[in-house]
């Protein structure tokens, strides 16, 4: 609570030398004693990129703003740790062959869907996490989906906006109609098991 005094999101004008800034709306946070990149602040939420880091184990966190610096709570920081972005439950996708968007909409079996999360773990390429760049840099370690319990091939997984990751994922034949959990793997560590992908074998 109190985190900041009001709602306000990233905008273009909110770069800095094309960088996601280290502080918006007055509010910063420190992760490890680095300053994180902070995209959106809210009085009860606040999101932010973490900065690079090569340690593991617990960390410190603090906020700063007007009101001063916060108590610092202790977080875990693990090279990978994966989720997708979902929406009720449902997994944020993109259907390739037409480009639409199909969170909630009925995929099916040799459907190629990009999926989005974040916390694959390193590229191929090292990137800093902070500028905001073009491109796409597969992840150092290999990604691997199930749909509904069965193996999906992966014919992309990296990264394509600071913090952001992208999935090309084909929908394996055998899924069942319906709702189906969707899970990506990566280094021994697996995303949500309540990200769903829906499927329409007809």
Same mark, same amino acid.
Request: charged share 5%; proline share 9%.
């Given at each position: 609570s109190n985190l900041a005094t009001s709602a306000r999101t990233l905008s273009g004008s909110d770069l800095v030398n094309n960088s996601l800034p280290t502080a918006l709306g007055g509010v +910063? #946070?420190? @992760?490890?004693?680095?300053?994180?990149?902070?995209? =959106?602040?809210?009085?009860?939420?606040?999101? %932010?990129?973490?900065?690079?880091?090569?340690? +593991?184990?617990?960390?410190? #966190?603090?906020? /700063?703003?007007?009101? $001063?610096?916060?108590?610092?709570? *202790?977080?875990n920081l693990q090279p990978v740790l994966p989720g997708l972005f979902a929406l009720s439950n449902y997994a944020q996708a993109v259907r390739v062959s037409?480009?639409? @968007? %199909?969170?909630? &909409?009925? #995929?099916?079996?040799?459907?190629?869907?990009?999926?989005?999360?974040?916390?694959? $773990?390193?590229?191929? @390429?090292?990137?800093?996490?902070?500028?905001?760049?073009? $491109?796409? =840099?597969? /992840?150092?370690?290999?990604?691997?989906? /199930?749909?509904?319990? @069965?193996?999906?091939?992966? +014919?992309? *997984?990296?990264? &394509?906006?600071?913090?952001? =990751?992208?999935l090309n994922v084909m929908v394996p034949p055998g899924v069942n109609n319906g709702d189906n959990a969707v899970v990506a793997s990566v280094a021994g560590k697996n995303t949500q098991a309540s990200a769903m992908l829906k499927i329409a074998n007809s």
């Open positions: +910063s #946070v420190q @992760i490890s004693g680095k300053p994180a990149f902070v995209y =959106y602040v809210s009085p009860s939420q606040v999101n %932010v990129l973490a900065p690079a880091d090569s340690g +593991s184990g617990s960390v410190a #966190v603090t906020l /700063t703003n007007s009101a $001063g610096t916060s108590s610092a709570i *202790a977080a037409d480009s639409a @968007i %199909v969170t909630g &909409v009925a #995929v099916k079996p040799g459907d190629l869907v990009e999926l989005y999360g974040t916390g694959f $773990g390193p590229t191929a @390429i090292s990137i800093d996490p902070g500028p905001v760049f073009t $491109g796409a =840099y597969p /992840t150092t370690n290999p990604v691997t989906v /199930t749909i509904g319990g @069965i193996a999906a091939n992966v +014919s992309f *997984a990296g990264l &394509v906006g600071p913090g952001l =990751y992208q």
